[in-house]
């Protein structure tokens, strides 16, 4: 796809949603970050009704450290994977207190460091909670990336270094909120809503709906 067709597409999707941003809720990167984590495999929703109650009595690294493993599970057991996950909160929430001072880390590496974090996590880490201009590349945006032909890639990392390549620089900030909100919500998987989809004529997408 054509660089001027890129930019109509981003140009439409910030006038649809002029301030895209994440549905998990938190107040520090701390609490996103935890939050990210918790996300895998997960609905936001699910993730927001543990964390609404488990941020009000552990919002902090020494806060979740104290309430220790057996804690955190009884507020996250509505999750998938809460055994491993809690076990992976207070690991990270340990090495946040031994290594960065009870501080989130703002460098990539330093954040894969963590357990349960991968590059996704710390994509999404570095963008919302630090304004880096990075792209988290998950189920969503893998999909409609490849449908509407802007970073076309057989696997997640080759996605998100053809959306580093193919996004102009005016968008790249807001990128990974526009398309993982437009996979979500339009370019779903099964059936999506192309009848309603404010890209439908930019969109090379053969197996079009009228929906």
């Known amino acids: 796809m054509d660089k001027a067709t890129i930019s109509k597409i981003f140009s439409r999707l910030k006038k649809h949603n002029p301030a895209p941003t994440t549905e998990l809720e938190y107040k520090t990167p701390f609490q996103l970050l935890i939050a990210v984590m918790l996300s895998a495999q997960a609905t936001d929703k699910s993730v927001n009704k543990a964390t609404k109650e488990l941020f009000k009595v552990a919002g902090t690294p020494r806060k979740m450290l104290d309430l220790k493993e057996s804690g955190v599970k009884k507020h996250i057991k509505t999750i ?104 979500r919500y339009t370019c779903i998987a099964r059936k999506p809503r192309c009848g309603s989809c404010v890209l439908e004529d930019l969109c090379p997408f053969e197996e079009k709906t009228t929906e």
């Open 80 to 183: 998938g994977l809460f055994n491993t996950k809690a076990k992976n909160v207070i690991k990270t929430c340990k090495i946040l207190l031994d290594e960065h001072k009870g501080k989130v880390p703002e460098e990539r590496k330093a954040l894969e460091a963590l357990p349960g974090v991968g590059r996704k996590t710390a994509n999404v880490i570095l963008n919302t909670a630090f304004g880096q201009p990075t792209i988290a590349v998950d189920t969503h945006i893998f999909r409609v990336s490849n449908r509407l032909g802007i970073a076309p890639g057989k696997n997640v990392l080759e996605v998100e270094q053809n959306l580093l390549k193919n996004v102009p620089n005016a968008y790249m900030q807001d990128a990974h909120h526009w398309l993982i909100l437009h996979g």
